[in-house]
């Protein structure tokens, strides 16, 4: 059997044989994504741990994974007796791994890394810590195939023309407002890597990637002509046709680095350091113009269109979870079930509204002290059996084809909550409350606003380790860039500004490891509230619909203010929901909405 260690001991064999003293195999594939197809989980296959953040070091004597705090438990779990061991991140995405490294190696060591994988930020910071001890970088280019064996395929699907009904816009009006960015930077070209912005700029999707419909592939927008590189045979004869129409010309994915050096020799290429992968930014030619994604902002912001679906995907998805938390209810008086098993029933449920077409990540389900794992993945075998007493928290979301949604919710099964849990709870709500009923200045950044959602637990000395809300795309990326709100710049979800249309999350929590796990999320709106002498002030908006439990909360620990605030949304939650529920489910979502006094 081909055991975690037996993979470490290969990959040693194989360094020791190309001269290589330390290998570093980050999460991410050629394109910086956060999610990434299954060819590309070398991590993943290396270590056993499948959490979506960590980097793992390999040397001759150590074998070393690096991860925040959201995946300590798990890393504890999945890596168990075997020679990965865990290096504990005290800030989430940050680097730490590379002092550390530098530290370990002698003098005139050598560092593998598959230059795909690395931006050109990453490499820069690398080059500069390690050329203190003589250190050098090679690319290792990608030779796991020879340990891989049966390593999946590069995704092949076709790619699909995404509806303007969907999307709200044409790829021809898209372009233009990059265009226009070329002509104010003097510029010739702009080179994107990032596939959420190449699918949001070209309007496709695909299934390349695990609950998110992306396309690999790499772009560059000209000021005449525009390129699209994906791989051969994924486009259809109608599809190829509306690009060519479009004056967007196709060429295969991996004739990029050609392309690069014959288009950018004497040319300014546009692009961002921080999705630019070191093999393409060594192809570029001409001189790099670095600046944050200009698509990336202009995606974040969204249009009419994209707010009606989303709107309208919402009920759907409420009605959903109406349903299924009336099927748990029933179903637990009687019989038990796994956290596996319902997860799928959740998504059975999600499935029969229209225009579903998959989870937006996998859903979490942590029964009693599982929901202390923070990204908890209940394995298809020996998940912990659910029954009619003790907490449940609950995150999932579904990609319909126009929207994409993402809800929190912790339940009371049954039985009676210690104080201490109804604390921590009530602690947790009233974060929320306190970031969605913020007023701000626009242009406030999340690091700013971070802090409101976490002041109540601050003040009894708790905390916890992960962001509190991330954007959100249209039918795309469940986590979108840029805002956000995080403790933290490393995340990347908390520098940039907030705006006006744009979709986030809110989703403090609390963890007793051992114990339970508490979050309560909601995707929320940016609307102006007001416009004064000292500019617009943006407020938010909650558009998820479904009932927040209100058998944890420690009514004495609430403010008359945030009771109001819990009436108010529950009664828009039944409202929205209504119409589309029949006589016995109006029934107990009135129930579940009635007022708190």
Known sequence: ??????????????????????????????????????????????????????????????????????????VDKQCKNTVVKLH????????????????????????????????LSQIEYIQDTA??????????????????PQRPDKPTQLIIDHSINHCGETRISKIKKIRQELI?????????????????????????VDYTPLVIAYAIVGLKKTYLFVHNHRVDENLQADLKNDNIELHSYDSIFEKLKHLTENKKVITSSSTLNFACASSIKGKLILKPSKIQYLKSIKNEVEISNAKSAMIKDGVALTQFLIWLNTHLKSETISEYELGKKLESFRAKQALYKSQSFGAIVGYKSNGAIIHYSAPEENSSIISNNGVLLLDSGAQYENATTDI???????????????TNYTLVLKGYIALETAVFPKGTTGIQLDALARIHLWQHGLNYGHGTGHGIGAYGMVHEPAQGFATSTTTSRGSAPHEENQFTTIEPGFYKEGEFGVRIENVVISKKVMETEYGTFIGLEPTTLCPIETTLINREMMLPSEIDWLNTYHKKVYSELEHSLNKEEKAWLKDKCQEVN
């Open 131 to 148: 050329k203190h001890n003589e250190i050098k970088l090679v690319d290792s280019g990608d030779f796991i195939d020879e340990i891989w």
């Open 184 to 208: 104010t930077e003097s510029a010739d070209y702009n080179f994107i890597s990032s596939l959420d912005e190449i699918c949001w700029l070209f309007n496709i999707r695909s299934s390349d």
């Open 408 to 422: 929190t919710r912790v339940l009371w099964l049954g039985g009676s909550p210690t104080d201490e849990l109804k």
């Open 1 to 74: 059997m081909n055991t975690i260690n037996d993979r470490i001991q290969l990959l040693r064999k194989k360094l020791k044989k190309e001269n290589i003293d330390a290998l570093i195999i980050p999460s991410n594939d050629p394109h910086q994504s956060e999610y990434v197809s299954d060819f590309w989980k070398i991590r993943t296959y290396l270590s056993g741990f499948d959490g979506s953040a960590g980097t793992l070091v390999v040397t001759d004597t150590e074998a070393a994974l690096w991860t925040d705090s959201r995946y300590f438990l798990q």
């Open 88 to 119: 504990k991140q005290s800030i989430p995405h940050a680097p730490e791994h590379i002092p550390w490294l530098c530290n370990q190696l002698q003098r005139g060591a050598v560092i593998g890394l598959d230059y795909r994988l690395f931006s």
